[in-house]
């Protein structure tokens, strides 16, 4: 099940906004196009659209006709900055640019530039797959035989373009033979968690139950979650991290209930230039989002509706940090650090 393919001169990726009722694999052949379906969701999940933008701007370069280094090299930046314009919270996606705009650098001539982009678009893509095989591996140590786990949106091969950040935590404990249970919730407004997580946990064999949003103090209440386990699109230097709407409001059920909350992301998903959460940029998204569920309308016209994707979990709330590098602990900052300065830029 692969999330986003490269076929040497276009992509192929599943489009999720067509799951579960149907599995519908898009050949995209223009940066435009990437674009546009990184932000219509086509293809989401913060490692995920990391490589998906890195792939834009290989395909972008290969489009680019200029033969002069430097025309090359100012209508390559048109096309970064077209990509980086689609979603403004995931950390992998600049970082994934970033590294994309160094690439650029590499060749002597146009032709050179352009193989060192599809190369290093190759390798975002095996880096991120490796890193969420690692961080499942380190992150499924945490489960313990007979847990139920909640977690919230989704997080799985689809969501990172590898094989998952806390959705292949569990999977790799599963794998391992630990008898597990899960709680997904549905994840409002656009019901990944009931739509795409429900639908990868059914394809894993993995016992789960789905549950709206506003169950999960219920089931907490009553013992029933000995863990949360979630995904992020960019954790600042101090631990405070941005995922899904819904999740802080988990953390805090979770540390009333002394129950460990975990977030599990690969190192790309961390930006130790922001000291805290509060820098971190939250995306508004479209009302309709809000007031229509597959195009039905649920709610009056002309309602005022507010739509972030995102919000942040203060670090006190957060047990630990599962990235590919290690597990980090309180005091986040100095594992954060630790962790980057063996880190190749």
Not at 67 to 90: C, D, G, H, V, W
Not at 203 to 221: E, H, N, Q, R, V
Not at 276 to 295: F, H, L, M, N, Y
Request: net charge neutral; hydrophobic share 40%; aromatic share 6%.
């Amino acid at each position: 099940m692969k999330a986003i393919e490269w076929l040497g001169n276009r992509v192929r990726i599943l489009d999720q906004t067509r799951l579960p009722q149907e599995e519908v694999y898009l050949e995209l052949s223009r940066y435009q196009d990437i674009a546009s379906a990184i932000a219509e969701l086509k293809i989401r999940g913060a490692p995920a659209i990391g490589v998906a933008g890195a792939y834009a701007v290989a395909l972008g370069a290969l489009e680019i006709k200029a033969t002069a280094k430097t025309e090359f090299l100012r209508k390559l930046q048109a096309i970064i900055q077209t990509i980086a314009s689609t979603r403004p919270t995931a950390r992998n996606l600049f970082r994934a640019l970033e590294r994309m705009g160094r690439a650029s650098e590499s060749g002597k001539n146009v032709d050179q530039i352009k193989t060192a982009l599809v190369n290093e678009a190759i390798a975002i893509h095996t880096g991120e797959a490796e890193a969420t095989r690692r961080l499942s591996q380190l992150g499924a140590e945490l489960l313990k035989d007979g847990f139920t786990i909640l977690t919230h949106c989704n997080t799985g091969a689809l969501a990172t373009a590898g094989y998952g950040t806390a959705f292949g935590v569990i999977k790799k404990a599963w794998e391992r033979g630990k008898k597990l249970r899960v709680f997904a919730t549905e994840t409002r407004p656009l019901l990944q968690g009931a739509r795409i997580t429900a639908w990868e946990l059914n394809k894993a064999g993995i016992p789960f139950t789905l549950i709206t949003d506003s169950m999960t103090g219920y089931f907490m209440s009553r013992g029933e979650v000995d863990c949360v386990i979630v995904g992020a699109d960019r954790i600042a230097l101090n631990g405070d991290t941005a995922n899904k709407i819904g999740t802080y409001t988990l953390a805090v059920l979770a540390k009333e209930h002394n129950i460990p909350f975990y977030v599990a992301a690969p190192t790309t998903t961390i930006d130790p230039s922001l000291a805290s959460g509060a820098e971190i940029p939250i995306e508004q998204r479209s009302s309709d989002e809000v007031t229509r569920i597959q195009g039905i309308s649920i709610a009056p016209e002309g309602v005022d509706v507010a739509n972030p994707a995102f919000d942040v979990t203060p670090h006190p709330y957060i047990t630990a940090i599962i990235t590919e590098s290690g597990i980090i602990r309180q005091p986040f900052g100095e594992g954060i650090k630790e962790i980057f300065r063996n880190l190749s830029p």
